[in-house]
């Protein structure tokens, strides 16, 4: 089978560079085109080069031309950046992977309209790990019921910019669906002051942001002279990578619609 031609946005970004080495590493993956925004550092210099390699792909501002060159756009940017590629994508018919993070309900709408017409997986972590911990989160809440308090806690680095985390609010969603749990009622994002006794029906959000924290995520249900905690933690943002590499893959050749890790991983 011919390896899957991909353009990573964000090339410059911490897991744009990932996303260059993994798809490197790759033989079901071809790297031919590397996009930034117009006025950055990284226009006209190799996508290798912040690993001290030479991949023979120029970084480029010109979306339509990196696109149009590739058979799937692997995205992980900043939200508005990302519904812009969104459209391209759409308009020149190609695949899209999307680990971008922080969109609204407006923006998440023209995602879902735009896989109606082409194949996107969208997924807030890319990790096998992850996407197993969905899984245990699941029957955990499930064999658990209501009588757990459910909290959700996460840690990034200091340059983190949306909080909390994708993957905490799905996992906070996860739980939601099984409990019956309407997430926009019934979940609290941090807590100060007088906030009263803790209602049994809520999920907790709980954001750290420090130093070059990965990402950790732990899940507590917290009983009654008991509590089981579930956690998850990044030692690397390659696990990330690798995972939007298998999601490049898997696209290929895929109906239109919208996708998630747990698809591409045979989870559901
Ligand atoms: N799904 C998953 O598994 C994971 C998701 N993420 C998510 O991925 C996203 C990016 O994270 P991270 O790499 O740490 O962030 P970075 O800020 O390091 O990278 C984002 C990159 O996008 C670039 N960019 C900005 N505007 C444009 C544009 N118009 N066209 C092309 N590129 C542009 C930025 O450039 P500049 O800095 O010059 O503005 C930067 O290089 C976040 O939303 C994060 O939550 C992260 C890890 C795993
Ligand atoms: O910004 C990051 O770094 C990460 N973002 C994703 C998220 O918001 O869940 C995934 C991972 O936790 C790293």
Redesign the pocket.
């Known amino acids: 089978m011919k390896p899957v031609r991909v353009a990573i946005?964000?090339a410059?970004?911490?897991?744009?560079r990932m996303l260059v080495e993994a798809a490197q590493e790759d033989p079901g993956i071809e790297l031919v085109a590397a996009?930034?925004?117009p006025g950055?550092e990284w226009i006209g210099r190799d996508a290798g080069e912040q690993l001290g390699r030479s991949t023979g792909v120029v970084i480029d501002d010109d979306y339509e031309r990196a696109i149009g060159a590739a058979d799937c756009l692997i995205d992980?940017?900043?939200p508005a950046?990302s519904v812009g590629l969104v459209r391209t994508a759409q308009r020149l018919g190609k695949s899209m992977v999307i680990?971008?993070?922080?969109f609204d309900a407006e923006q998440r709408a023209i995602i879902e309209q735009a896989a109606t017409e082409i194949p996107i997986v969208l997924?807030?972590?890319?990790?096998i790990g992850v996407n197993v911990v969905f899984r245990l989160l699941e029957g955990a809440a499930a064999l658990l019921g209501e009588g757990y308090d459910v909290e959700v806690i996460e840690a990034h680095h200091r340059n983190?910019v949306?909080a909390p985390s994708?993957t905490a609010l799905e996992m906070g969603r996860t739980i939601a669906r099984v409990l019956g749990f309407d997430l926009d009622r019934e979940a609290v994002y941090g807590r100060q002051g007088t906030v009263g006794v803790r209602p049994s029906r809520q999920i907790g959000f709980s954001s750290i942001r420090g130093g070059d924290i990965v990402g950790d995520h732990t899940v507590l249900f917290a009983g009654t002279g008991e509590r089981i905690e579930i956690t998850h933690r990044a030692q690397s943002?390659m696990p990330?990578a690798v995972?939007a590499m298998r999601a490049a893959r898997f696209l290929q050749g895929r109906a239109p619609g919208l996708y998630d890790m747990r698809d591409v991983l045979g989870l559901r």
């Open positions: 946005a964000g410059g970004g911490r897991m744009g996009l930034e925004r950055s992980f940017t900043r950046v680990g971008t993070t922080g997924a807030p972590n890319m990790a983190k949306d994708g943002r990330y995972g």
